[in-house]
């Protein structure tokens, strides 16, 4: 298994990985990863993943909407230079692991670390299934899915560039611990959580590593949100770089009682129970996220990041279907706008219970299960 970079792509290998332990106790699953990678630890703790091994990679840094502009951006030219060495080293360490390793099958989720991995499977002749969450493929998985034996989809298999007899939808792989909240789940997650107290919560997350923007902009939004709902507690997963500094904030920005009534995480191997717990989640748009809230049934207030074209689509088209309320980095920026936004989420219990059993029509509960069959298969051929 390869992928990485974010908590996007380490959430559904892990899921996967859980589900091929489960259906087959026997089988060794291998984690390869990016050497470097702030998050490697995660797959490296997990029970499920035998080995972790990491290769060289790089990436190719471009942004939408900068167009010809970004070809003047020097440091990110030198960047993307330095990375085709960083690639190229990759291929020669995959080439020799995997002979080394000689596994059955691979699952990619995506992420630059793939490419050398796919790159190394085709030239030992070892099948690869790619991954997509989102409804455009990453660069990565177009460069790879030539060679890859098969191409699971989130979506609508249409909807993609691949060869229609090698695409399957299967939805997001989520987490075991993921399931609809029912009001006395939802009060067991909060008592697990000491945060039993409140009558509502609020959760944020910018995913793996954290989003500065809606650190920011929750920071500013906090002690008007906090005033107006005074049986409000928040949850913010901030990421593991700027925890401590989003803590800060806070202390700077509420009075001492408010700054009770606020927990700064960054990161939580129980953030399903987090998730769970809330009444209304912040979030940023990613595929993986949006398939775990629509499975406990959320109500989200998504803020895209505005170059990742993916996630900006991800939500025009929930939103557009009234899945998620949804905020641009600009109007997110806006003074109490965000505060705004969820104060009348938090009054009103019929919108906020419209949007979550929208938002529950897009689950994919079995996507775990489906794609561990398809990797067990292809491995028993």
Not at 192 to 201: A, H, N, R, S
Not at 259 to 283: E, H, N, P, Q
Not at 314 to 319: F, H, M
Request: glycine share 8%.
């Amino acid at each position: 298994m390869t992928g990485g970079g974010s908590g996007g792509h380490i959430t559904p290998i892990l899921a996967v990985a859980n589900e091929l332990k489960r259906q087959q106790p026997g089988v060794k699953i291998v984690y390869i990863g990016q050497r470097g990678d702030a998050l490697l630890d995660i797959p490296a703790n997990d029970p499920n993943i035998d080995e972790v091994h990491t290769i060289w990679a790089g990436k190719f840094r471009r942004y939408h909407g900068e167009g010809w502009k970004q070809l003047l951006d020097i440091p990110t030219q030198a960047r993307n230079v330095r990375d085709i060495f960083l690639i190229l080293a990759g291929m020669v360490q995959s080439f020799w692991l995997l002979g080394k390793l000689q596994p059955k099958v691979i699952f990619t989720r995506g992420g630059f670390v793939s490419v050398p991995v796919a790159f190394g499977a085709s030239l030992r002749r070892i099948p690869y299934m790619t991954h997509d969450s989102d409804s455009i493929p990453s660069l990565a998985n177009r460069l790879i899915a030539r060679r890859a034996y098969l191409h699971a989809v989130a979506l609508p298999e249409e909807l993609y560039p691949y060869p229609q007899a090698k695409t399957k939808m299967v939805g997001v792989p989520v987490g075991s611990g993921y399931e609809p909240v029912t009001p006395e789940l939802l009060q067991q997650y909060r008592k697990e959580l000491d945060l039993e107290e409140y009558k509502q919560v609020l959760m944020v997350t910018g995913g793996g590593n954290g989003a500065a923007l809606v650190n920011n902009v929750l920071l500013s939004n906090a002690a008007y949100l906090l005033q107006q709902c005074p049986e409000l507690a928040i949850v913010h997963f901030a990421g593991r770089s700027l925890q401590v500094a989003v803590e800060q904030g806070y202390q700077q920005a509420l009075p001492a009682e408010d700054v009770k009534r606020v927990k700064v995480l960054g990161f939580s191997t129980d953030f399903y129970k987090y998730s769970g717990a809330a009444d209304v989640i912040v979030a940023r748009g990613g595929a993986t996220n949006l398939a775990e809230f629509a499975i406990q049934r959320k109500a989200c207030v998504i803020i895209p990041a505005k170059q990742l074209v993916w996630a900006v689509k991800n939500t025009e088209a929930l939103s557009a279907r009234q899945a998620v309320m949804a905020l641009t980095e600009e109007q997110a920026e806006q003074e109490r706008r965000l505060a705004t936004v969820l104060i009348e989420l938090f009054k009103d219990n019929t919108k906020r219970q419209q949007l979550s059993d929208t938002l529950a029509t897009y689950a994919r509960p079995n996507a775990a299960h489906d794609i561990a069959a398809l990797l067990i298969e292809k491995a028993s051929a």
